[in-house]
């Protein structure tokens, strides 16, 4: 067996980005009538594995193993499992991720299972691919969700481009571009992923591969795989690497080696030196590295040429007027629950009642969540997809696990929020300081002051000047930070 494809890069990166990985989950309700890939009953001969160890700047992190079994009406079972380790501010995490997929004699994807876990928090869910819509139950935080997502046309997911590869293997030729709908069923973003054949190497013994560089939105990466399908070498963001290994060589770890900080290899470079950055209220740089269009223009940050600004106002310039609840339908989309931020949960709607009794207009309930959140949570890196309710109850997490909370609790209350990711300016990596990978959420204080940056991770109202958006939205939007990762960096031009 070939056409051996691991758990791609792509989703690795993410996690870092504020996304986690893909895995398994077999669900025991029936509702929706989804059907949970049973494998004993699927198989129709023997699975054969491929290894990869996992790298990031060339350090051994883990590992990853994926397997392909043919199914008794003619398709394939896929599976994949992965295991690696990362520091985080000071803190060694362990990420554990399964996932399997179903294809039929087509090559169509039909169904797939997913589960991933990082010691304090899991996520988990199972879908199937009709021709229209993909129906999906995700669990997590102790509840299941449902949700049915509208196609174009059956996509195919990073557990199955190999083997659709494979199918196209007479095709494959340097020049040879391909074009395929894509799913992330963790962020449950849609885009196309665009492929091109972009050279030939020959291996030690003589076969051989081709080089395919392969575009998601915003993110790139390269693979080298034979004209089976057979990856030998994934490349990513940051030095993350993927190396086809031996079993034995794979799961080998280095000992006694310093785990690698991921918070460090995603710093931003600043040219300058920004002083008390939590006191800034204006900030203008220049952005090297990106295009200026990488960097969003809008509220309180404007892009002008290769010059990002970013002017927010002091707590005391805001005014007091407005009532909690906004009643406006044009801000109806920033008080509407999503999978992540599950608003109907009762016991989010007792806290976020708790947290503001008392409270009588906009601004002061805006502040008090700021204030609470940042006192209730324990600051933790917590490698996983933030749900609102998990973080409740869990009571802990970073920037993306404050922000998740702060959006769910202020949505319930009738304040429109939403989520802004970007990076925020620390000296807490280094004597010169940078910028780094950060999520906030901004409310909506009225036509005079608009989207006003707010952080509860530092305890700020308003967030300071130093914190520069890249993106808005759920993951589906903040997984095209990738796109700059590894390649933006900033030169100072004026602070105060």
């Known amino acids: 067996?070939?056409?051996?494809?691991?758990?791609?890069?792509?989703?690795?990166?993410?996690?870092?980005?504020?996304?986690?990985?893909?895995?398994?989950?077999?669900?025991?309700?029936?509702?929706?009538?989804?059907?949970?890939?049973e494998i004993e009953a699927l198989a129709a001969g023997p699975s054969s594995e491929a290894w990869m160890g996992i790298y990031f700047e060339d350090q051994k992190v883990g590992y990853a193993v994926s397997s392909e079994t043919p199914t008794v009406d003619g398709g394939l079972l896929l599976r994949n499992r992965s295991a690696f380790e990362i520091a985080a501010f000071g803190q060694l995490k362990q990420v554990v991720t399964v996932s399997q997929a179903v294809m039929d004699n087509t090559g169509t994807l039909k169904r797939f299972e997913f589960f991933m876990d990082s010691?304090?928090?899991?996520?988990?869910?199972?879908?199937?691919?009709?021709?229209?819509?993909?129906?999906?139950?995700?669990?997590?935080?102790?509840?299941?969700?449902?949700?049915?997502?509208?196609?174009?046309?059956?996509?195919?997911?990073?557990?199955?481009?190999?083997?659709?590869l494979s199918q196209h293997q007479d095709e494959i030729a340097v020049g040879k571009r391909f074009s395929l709908p894509y799913f992330d069923p963790?962020?449950?973003?849609?885009?196309?992923?665009?492929?091109?054949?972009?050279?030939?190497?020959?291996?030690?013994?003589?076969?051989?591969?081709?080089?395919?560089?392969?575009e998601i939105g915003e993110m790139s990466s390269r693979v080298l795989l034979t004209p089976a399908g057979d990856v030998i070498r994934e490349e990513g963001a940051m030095g993350l690497a993927l190396v086809r290994q031996t079993a034995e060589e794979a799961q080998r770890m280095p000992q006694g080696a310093e785990p690698v900080n991921i918070i460090a290899l995603s710093a931003v470079k600043l040219e300058g030196y920004l002083p008390q950055p939590r006191l800034v209220r204006?900030?203008?740089?220049?952005?090297?590295?990106?295009?200026?269009?990488?960097?969003?223009?809008?509220?309180?940050?404007?892009?002008?040429?290769?010059?990002?600004?970013?002017?927010?106002?002091?707590?005391?310039?805001?005014?007091?007027?407005?009532?909690?609840?906004?009643?406006?339908?044009?801000?109806?989309?920033?008080?509407?629950?999503?999978?992540?931020?599950?608003?109907?949960?009762?016991?989010?709607?007792?806290?976020?009642?708790?947290?503001?009794?008392?409270?009588?207009?906009?601004?002061?309930?805006?502040?008090?969540?700021?204030?609470?959140?940042?006192?209730?949570?324990?600051?933790?890196?917590?490698?996983?997809?933030?749900?609102?309710?998990?973080?409740?109850?869990?009571?802990?997490?970073?920037?993306?696990?404050?922000t998740a909370l702060y959006v769910a609790l202020a949505r319930i209350a009738g304040i429109p929020s939403r989520i802004a990711a970007g990076v925020v300016y620390s000296d807490a990596m280094g004597e010169n300081g940078g910028f780094y990978y950060h999520a906030w959420p901004e409310v909506y204080l009225g036509e005079v002051h608009g989207w006003v940056p707010v952080d509860p991770t530092f305890g700020q109202f308003p967030a300071d000047a130093s914190h520069v958006k890249l993106v808005e939205g759920d993951l589906d939007k903040q997984v095209e930070i990738m796109g700059v990762m590894g390649r933006l960096g900033f030169k100072m031009v004026e602070s105060r």
């Open 282 to 402: 204006v900030l203008e740089l220049q952005i090297l590295g990106v295009e200026p269009e990488r960097v969003f223009d809008g509220g309180v940050q404007r892009v002008t040429g290769d010059h990002v600004r970013v002017e927010v106002p002091m707590a005391e310039e805001l005014s007091g007027d407005l009532p909690v609840a906004e009643a406006s339908p044009a801000l109806a989309e920033f008080l509407q629950p999503t999978i992540f931020l599950p608003i109907e949960n009762l016991e989010l709607k007792e806290k976020s009642a708790e947290v503001l009794e008392g409270q009588s207009n906009r601004r002061d309930a805006a502040e008090a969540l700021v204030d609470w959140v940042h006192g209730y949570l324990i600051k933790a890196p917590t490698l996983s997809v933030p749900n609102a309710l998990e973080v409740l109850r869990l009571g802990q997490g970073d920037c993306n696990e404050h």
């Open 119 to 164: 010691g304090e928090v899991s996520i988990s869910g199972q879908g199937e691919v009709l021709p229209t819509e993909i129906r999906m139950k995700i669990a997590q935080a102790g509840e299941i969700q449902e949700l049915s997502l509208p196609i174009d046309a059956p996509p195919q997911m990073s557990l199955s481009i190999g083997a659709w």
């Open 1 to 37: 067996m070939k056409r051996l494809h691991p758990q791609a890069w792509i989703e690795a990166a993410a996690l870092v980005a504020f996304l986690a990985l893909a895995g398994v989950f077999v669900a025991q309700s029936r509702a929706q009538q989804l059907i949970p890939i």
């Open 186 to 214: 963790i962020t449950l973003s849609q885009q196309e992923m665009e492929m091109t054949v972009s050279g030939v190497e020959l291996l030690p013994d003589g076969e051989e591969a081709y080089w395919m560089e392969r």
